[in-house]
């Protein structure tokens, strides 16, 4: 494999209960974000990483009826399931088992990033070859913020050697409060 997709998703959340898991628009918020990522034409390899068993059937549903990747379950250790536990914490221990040169995150909580923003950042990544690449949105003029919708990497997030993928707000949202998720539905709706 030369491009690999990690989704994270881990079992707790505070502000909304079982919030990887949660239905949006007719099917778990999860399966937003593995739909787009199985839409990719660059991502080879796509690994679930969870501590949750209802995250582990849906992986496995997605196995017998995907056959144009590889999905991967990986079961996440309890002492990478805390509040305090970091993504490259995550991505770290993904990347001890699953070596590639072309990583990214794809955060469960982005239902509204579409396939065509993870290409975007692909793209930008091999063809500048950047350490890193990000999507983000612009909360004041000419002030931007990541958004957690992807983030293209070799081994860390972040480097020194990273561009930046300006998505729009209608698509930047990161579903952390009941009126995230309450707003994300209106918008899926109107997409649809």
């Excluded at 898991?21 to 787009?36: F, S, V, Y």
Aim: proline fraction near 5%.
């Amino acid at each position: 494999m030369e491009i690999l997709a990690i989704i994270p998703s881990r079992k707790g959340s505070k502000r909304i209960l079982n919030k990887n898991i949660l239905p949006l628009n007719g099917k778990p918020m999860i399966e937003w974000t593995i739909d787009a990522t199985i839409e990719s034409k660059y991502i080879d390899a796509i690994v679930i990483n969870s501590d949750c068993d209802i995250v582990k059937e849906i992986t496995k549903k997605y196995q017998e009826n995907c056959k144009s990747k590889e999905i991967i379950f990986m079961q996440r250790p309890e002492w990478l399931a805390g509040d305090m536990v970091t993504t490259q914490a995550v991505v770290d221990d993904v990347l001890k088992i699953y070596k590639c040169d072309t990583n990214l995150i794809l955060q469960v909580t982005s239902p509204l990033r579409t396939v065509e923003w993870i290409d975007k950042c692909i793209e930008l990544f091999l063809k500048e070859h950047f350490e890193s690449v990000f999507t983000v949105k612009e909360v004041f003029p000419h002030v931007y913020c990541p958004n957690g919708a992807v983030y293209v990497f070799k081994e860390k997030l972040y480097s020194n050697n990273s561009s930046m993928v300006l998505m729009p707000p209608e698509s930047s949202i990161d579903i952390d409060t009941p009126l995230d998720l309450r707003i994300t539905e209106m918008l899926m709706k109107d997409r649809l």
